[in-house]
């Protein structure tokens, strides 16, 4: 048994397909199938059930796969160990941002952080709340960016800035007169919402106490705010959008925005890593170049502004 072994199954189980994964690993199918056989062999056991698609761990595959991720992960931290007493920046980091976050905050600071440190290797992911949760607690990603405090004994919470909540509305809305949102106002049926499990959502819909709101939005399953937004400015209903995304807009979009009225709804963003992380440089230098680019405004909660 080798470390290269457990990494191909590893890789298996990650992308369900023998030829996926050997392209990830960067080796022929045949070598990675030929290595994994072998392992097979020397446990004694199949941890793969290929007589079906997508190929899927077998029940003590699972276990063993849980074990080879513990193990995998532990030699990185040999790695990365090696990277912090250098003051050596390079190595892969990976990262995990919201989707209703990562279109309007990383392109405000990553190219320039890539230009500048280019030996950095940073890998940025899209992923729901619970999913990045999930990837950060089993090894698949190193930090998170979330909209949730969460407190857990292997995790460390590093508050990053506060973001309010706006309405994006047509101005064929009844509402599109009115300088500012009331939740009293929002009719369910020409809201745009994501769908169940984004935390952007969920937020809002407590904060508006929208709770009829599934029964409206069976049609509505497009998936994303700049979708939502789009649909928008074409004249058909309204949708919400994050403080971020506000600096993006052109003249003519900024004049379908609306505020909340006071308290207005707001989240407070997070960078999440485990306990056991030891690239704190790497880490430090994402969060300052991260922080620099967030406006002063954004940086402390207003007496005008209601967590959500």
Known sequence: MNIQQLEYIVAVEEYQHFGKAAEHCRVTQPTLSMMIQKLEEELDIKLFDR??????PTSTGTKIIEQARK???QVSLIKDISHEEKHNLSGTFRIAVLPTVAPYLLPRFFPQLLKKYPVIDIRMLEMKTSDSINSLLTNKTDAIIIAT???HKDLIVYPLYYEEFYGYISNNEAIFKNELIRTSDIDGEHLWLLDEGHCFRDQLVRFCQMDNVKMHQIAYKLGSLETFMR???SGNGMTFIPEL????LDDRQKQLVRPFAIPRPTRQLFLITRSDF???ELLNLFIKSLKEVIPEEMMALKNTQRLV
């Not at 995304?245 to 993006?248: D, L, N, R, S």
């Open 71 to 73: 193990v995998l992960h």
């Open 149 to 151: 405090h969460i407190e």
């Open 245 to 248: 995304a506000t600096y993006q």
């Open 51 to 56: 007589s079906v698609q997508p190929v899927r």
């Open 278 to 280: 030891v690239r704190h």
């Open 231 to 233: 649909m928008v400015e």
